[in-house]
Structure formats: C-alpha cells, structure tokens
C-alpha cells in the first residue's frame, strides 16, 4: 500500500510559478513511478510529468515550464511549475505505479497504469 498526499496548489496570477509537493509513505518509493496528472470538471486525467529511477518525462503542454525532482530521503517527489497560464487551471493529482517492464515500454502517460492516487491540490490561474 502506498499513500500519497499532494500539497502546493493554490491561486496563482498568470505568468507566476508555484511548486506542488507530492508525499509519499508506505512501500519503498523506488520501485514506483510517480506521476503527475491534471483534470478539469468532465474531462478526464491528462499527464503533466513522471518521475522514476529510470528519468523524468514531461507532457508537451508544460515542456520548458515544468520541472520535477525527487528527494528520496523524504520520500517526495516536486513539481515546478512556471509562466502559468489559465488554462493550467485543474485538480493536481500524484500517482505512483509499480514499475514493470512493460510500463517502462508504455511510459508513464496512462492513468490507467497507476496502482495510487492522491486527493488531488487545486492550482487556480486567475487575475
């Protein structure tokens, strides 16, 4: 069992950055991928970044903006996020998933593919 809790979301004006924080505690942080995903009321959960021992990929929508480490001693993975835009808008959310040979094929954009889930941090982009 993993649990995760994301923190950082707050309102933000347009152009400004913010970092989320996502904790973890339960089996050994390592052998998980920790991804970052968005979602909008009715949309559905679209990948912003993920984090492993094997690299960091980032979706094309945040790809210059976004930035995510991973402290392993506190069992924390961050996101950076900056030049904010409205349309950034959205529930924040951390995911871990065990790292298996075909995820590793698949990469990490597949919210299917996440075994844990946080309650998600709202980031507002607004004036």
């Known amino acids: 069992q993993v649990q995760l809790v994301e923190s950082g979301g707050s309102l933000v004006q347009p152009g400004g950055s913010l970092r989320l924080s996502c904790a973890a505690s339960?089996?050994?942080?390592?052998?998980?991928?920790i991804g970052w995903f968005r979602q909008t009321p009715g949309q559905r959960r679209v990948f912003v970044a993920g984090?492993?021992?094997?690299?960091?990929r980032y979706a094309d929508s945040v790809n210059g903006r976004c930035t995510s480490s991973a402290d392993n001693g506190k069992n924390k993975v961050y996101m950076q996020l900056s030049s904010l835009k409205p349309e950034d808008t959205a529930v924040y959310y951390c995911?871990?998933?065990?790292?298996?040979?075909?995820?590793?094929?698949?990469?990490?954009?597949?919210?299917?593919?996440?075994?844990?889930w946080g309650q998600g941090t709202q980031v507002t982009v607004s004036s």
């Open positions: 995911g871990a998933a065990l790292i298996t040979d075909s995820r590793l094929q698949r990469g990490p954009t597949d919210p299917l593919d996440y075994d844990y």
């Open positions: 339960g089996r050994t942080f390592s052998r998980y991928v």
């Open positions: 984090i492993s021992w094997s690299g960091i």
